[in-house]
């Protein structure tokens, strides 16, 4: 029971983590230049609680998960960032967006954006790649 609990946060944490890599590429405009940084704040507490729980929950190797669930966050941040960019440069996709509100001028950020994903992608690659203790001996029924 304990271990799908852990799964379930660890799930949902992951979830919410994979947002703050899409924030990182965002450019708000010179008008909300503190925007990013309190935006990626708050995306990270909201991640870290769940994030938290799960590996204080774990009966595994809590660090390996970690970092696992980290290098996920971040290809599934990838996968809906290119579908997204890809939705939006689209010329089929144009005749949609008069049915849309007006959207806030938003622009790229490249250079940020990619030193947060390599941050997060080195952080969790580091979480992951260490050696599991010591492992128990696997009990042969009787």
Request: charged share 15%.
């Amino acid at each position: 029971m304990r271990r799908v609990v852990s799964v379930i946060f660890l799930a949902l944490g992951g979830w919410l983590l994979m947002a703050e890599p899409i924030i990182a590429f965002m450019d708000f405009g010179s008008d909300l230049k503190g925007a990013r940084p309190l935006l990626l704040l708050i995306e990270f507490v909201m991640a870290g609680v769940p994030l938290a729980l799960g590996v204080l929950l774990s009966p595994g190797e809590r660090r390996r998960e970690l970092g696992l669930t980290i290098l996920l966050a971040v290809g599934a941040a990838l996968f809906c960032g290119v579908s997204i960019a890809a939705m939006l440069v689209d010329p089929e996709f144009k005749q949609f967006m008069p049915l849309m509100p007006p959207m806030p001028k938003l622009g790229i950020a490249p250079i940020a954006g990619i030193i947060n994903l390599l941050i997060l992608t080195t952080v969790g690659w580091l979480l992951y790649r260490q050696r599991p203790s010591v492992t128990r001996a696997v009990q042969r029924p009787r």
